[in-house]
């Protein structure tokens, strides 16, 4: 049972911070549920739970929705990379402008300022071999960009907490070349 000890006012809905903790985690994990459902997981009326998720929307705290598909079993025949990027700063030029050429390309599904050997990481989208070699030479071709490093992810396992259960009866990786 929830303790009603302190309350938080966003977006002009009164619930309180455990109850709009406890309402993130519950959509990060299922954002089917229906509100009437969330309400009664969080103890809070119907009505509180729609308006903080409408006040969630509007202030980008939720920034979108999004369907877990499990590609390697649809059994598309596309593949992801794992890009990393060096860059060289110039004057002026900002890990910022650098990272807003970068996401602007369709191919990049996810886009991180990495601290360590190398400085972004990015994800495609699932593409041909072709296209992820086509989209290497234009990330290369950026004057900032120093090397690149692509991976090709063979299976995936577990994605944002999702763990993925590989149907194929030899259990083995996919392949990529003969």
Do not use: C
């Not at 459902?37 to 929705?65: F, H, L, R, S």
């Not at 059994?75 to 650098?98: R, W």
């Not at 191919?107 to 050997?117: A, D, K, N, P, R």
């Amino acid at each position: 049972m929830l303790k009603a000890t302190s309350y938080v006012v966003f977006g002009g809905i009164k619930m309180n911070i455990e109850q709009k903790k406890e309402l993130l985690a519950i959509l990060a994990q299922d954002a089917r549920l229906a509100p009437k459902t969330i309400a009664n997981m969080i103890e809070a009326n119907e009505e509180e739970v729609v308006a903080q998720i409408a006040a969630y929307e509007k202030d980008n705290v939720i920034a979108g929705y999004h369907t877990m598909i499990n590609w390697d079993v649809a059994d598309d025949n596309l593949l992801s990379a794992m890009v990393e990027v060096n860059v060289d700063l110039h004057h002026g030029v900002s890990y910022q402008d650098i990272a807003e050429t970068i996401y602007q390309y369709d191919q990049v599904e996810s886009l991180y300022l990495m601290s360590g050997t190398y400085d972004f990481l990015l994800l495609t989208k699932r593409l041909t071999m072709v296209d992820i070699s086509k989209f290497i030479s234009k990330l290369a071709a950026i004057d900032e960009v120093s090397a690149t490093t692509t991976h090709i992810v063979m299976n995936r396992y577990k994605e944002q907490g999702v763990v993925y259960k590989d149907i194929k009866e030899d259990g083995g990786r996919m392949v990529i070349s003969q």
